[in-house]
């Protein structure tokens, strides 16, 4: 009966493992689209990434919008493009190109659905 905690060890981990491999392609790029290195895409591109208003605000008695861009057709290289520069706006966010492909196939079949 003691050596039950040698294996213990062991059974838990081997069930950590089998866990992970249940995230699927979809979910991981769900959740890098949702929380990626801190601020979430979603914050200023919708759920669906269909764009959105991000803030409102007035100069000289004008009322500007500032807006999230709708990215649902945008193609994988016009992605990776852009993920990877300086924007005005749009925080520079340090992705891999597999980490942005992830992102752009979970839009891609979001929209599907
Ligand atoms: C703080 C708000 C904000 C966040 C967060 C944000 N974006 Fe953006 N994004 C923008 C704005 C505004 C633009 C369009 C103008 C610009 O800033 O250049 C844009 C542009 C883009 C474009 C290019 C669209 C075009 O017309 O060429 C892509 C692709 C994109 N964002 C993807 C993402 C992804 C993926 C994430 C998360 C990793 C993200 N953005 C996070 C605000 C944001």
């Not at 069930?15 to 995230?23: A, G, L, Q, R, Y």
């Not at 200023?44 to 008695?61: D, L, M, Q, T």
């Not at 300086?86 to 839009?107: A, G, N, Q």
Request: with cysteine; net charge negative.
């Amino acid at each position: 009966m003691r050596f039950i905690w040698l294996f213990l060890p062991i059974l838990l981990f081997s069930e950590v493992k089998e866990m992970e491999s249940f995230i699927t392609e979809y979910e991981y790029g769900e959740m890098l689209y949702n929380n990626p290195r801190g601020i979430s895409c979603a914050q200023c591109h919708g759920p669906f990434g269909e764009g959105k208003k991000i803030v409102h605000y007035k100069e000289n008695g004008e009322t500007l919008t500032i807006m999230g861009a709708d990215i649902r057709n945008k193609s994988l290289n016009e992605m990776l493009k852009s993920i990877g520069i300086y924007h005005e706006v749009m925080p520079r966010y340090y992705l891999t190109d597999d980490e942005v492909k992830s992102i752009y196939e979970f839009l891609k079949e979001k929209n599907k659905k």
